[in-house]
């Protein structure tokens, strides 16, 4: 029997790689093989993988001409033109050579916003499909943006006092958009918009457009099904497995902070992470590092460090007592804290692999989004799985210390609200865990897309 093989097509970034690797697995372990392709500046930061690579998979790689990967200030438009003239070319030398193997490729998969891909696959017959790696509700966003809902969502984004009730979601303002919906992130980052643009118009040119949603049933059942001219196929929770043998993780683990975490009582630590992308400015991490001394709690905080060896910790003025007060990492793995006994609460930037890690290990969340779709992801968190609260800025457009305070508070302070949130939490764990089951809806969901394809193109 001819076995079914999937070639995906993975932008560098961590947010994206991560599960691109989960779905790779869990689709091996259906019997498919896949190759995953991507820029060779994500393979130099992996951790190295050891002799566990599954059989069946095949990481490759291709030079986009930024191989110590794209640094803010560059010519980003050059760098996406690169990406894709480079990224066709070993599309296309990779379906070949697969051909000549006797394992022709029977689908091309690719993360979203790179919807040229489609025309390469066109180009070879081969059918195509997006992995989308924020929320159903984020592309329903989009989908209505770029289609009937236009004027609706300018005029509540120039009055924040409005909302509005799109088909599918719950009632939206325009401190839960997208970022790039929104001034002066609309602005700044208009290759962001025209990026959602021409992948809603790819896909709404297609006859029947399929998209893999990293989310799952149980969270978003309306916003899976809003839109009908579109398939979108739950195929998650895409959770980065604690296991370190095989992981698209793009910094080493640093040591100590189990043995740390071990020390602390249940429920008791704060764990602070704000992803991969955002940089806080000094004077808003000072305040992030005066609210958790004053919330009087042991708190992990991952500070990145930069590839110059400059320590985000020594911008701040009160490092002695931070130390004393709790721990500094570099770098964690994230499922593995967030699924420690200790940790009481995520003090959370709501990037979406984030939250469905939180979702995943049970743990409530003070949401502090900064860009792109966060604001969203918070917005879910707080109203409608009511697992968190969202703390908010200031008319300087800073969020307080007083203001982070009392979201640790209102997360970890006792009483009902508390318990409600924490009772939640626990409920959205147990149905994430039912949807990544052996015969759960990821596993049914995936199946029914792979025997969809048929063999052979």
């Known amino acids: 029997m001819e076995v079914c093989h999937i070639l995906l097509l993975t932008f560098p970034t961590q947010g994206v790689i991560n599960p691109s690797i989960q779905l790779a697995k869990n689709l091996i372990r259906m019997g498919v093989k896949v190759t995953i392709l991507t820029s060779l500046s994500a393979i130099h930061r992996m951790t190295k993988p050891n002799s566990t690579i599954p059989k069946g998979f095949t990481l490759s790689a291709f030079s986009d001409g930024y191989d110590d990967g794209f640094k803010e200030g560059q010519n980003r438009e050059h760098f996406l033109c690169e990406f894709k003239k480079r990224g066709s070319k070993a599309i296309a030398e990779l379906i070949k050579a697969s051909d000549e193997e006797g394992y022709p490729v029977n689908c091309l998969v690719y993360t979203m916003n790179q919807p040229w891909v489609v025309e390469v696959a066109h180009g070879y017959r081969i059918p195509s499909a997006v992995l989308w790696t924020q929320p159903a509700t984020i592309f329903d966003i989009f989908h209505y943006y770029f289609n009937d809902y236009s004027d609706a969502i300018r005029k509540i984004v120039n009055d924040p006092s409005s909302s509005i009730q799109l088909p599918g979601l719950p009632l939206l303002t325009s401190h839960d958009l997208p970022s790039f919906l929104v001034p002066p992130h609309s602005d700044k980052y208009s ?111 991952v500070m990145r460090a930069k590839e110059n060896g400059e320590r985000e910790e020594d911008k701040l ?30 003090l959370s930037h709501c990037g979406w692999n984030s939250s469905l890690e939180s979702l995943v290990s049970g743990v409530p969340v003070v949401g502090f989004p900064q860009l792109i779709d966060q604001m969203t992801n918070a917005k879910l968190i707080q109203d409608v799985w009511k697992m968190g609260v969202r703390v908010l800025a200031n008319e300087e457009e800073m969020v307080d210390r007083e203001e982070i305070r009392r979201g640790i508070e209102m997360v970890m302070g006792g009483g009902e609200r508390e318990r409600e949130m924490r009772g939640n939490a626990k409920k959205w764990k147990e149905l994430a865990w039912e949807a990544m089951k052996d015969g759960g809806s990821l596993d049914m969901n995936l199946k029914a897309f792979v025997d969809g394809l048929g063999h052979g193109h």
Request: glycine letters at 6%; one cysteine or more; hydrophobic letters at 45%.
């Open 191 to 301: 290759w962001g918009l025209l990026s959602f643009k021409e992948q809603q118009d790819v896909l709404s040119a297609e006859a029947n457009p399929i998209i893999l949603v990293n989310t799952f049933d149980a969270i978003e059942p309306e916003a899976l099904r809003a839109i009908e001219k579109f398939n979108l196929i739950a195929i998650g929770p895409l959770i980065v497995s604690s296991d370190a043998s095989f992981r698209g993780d793009l910094f080493q683990r640093s040591l100590g902070y189990v043995e740390w975490l071990n020390s602390k009582a249940e429920s008791s630590v704060v764990y602070v992470s704000f992803g991969s992308i955002a940089v806080l400015s000094k004077q808003q991490m000072e305040e992030v590092a005066h609210g958790l001394l004053e919330s009087h709690r042991p708190f992990m905080w």
């Open 317 to 346: 003025s009160c490092l002695e007592e931070l130390g004393q007060e709790g721990l500094i990492v570099p770098w964690c793995s994230q499922v593995e804290v967030l699924s420690h006994p200790s940790v009481g609460c995520f």
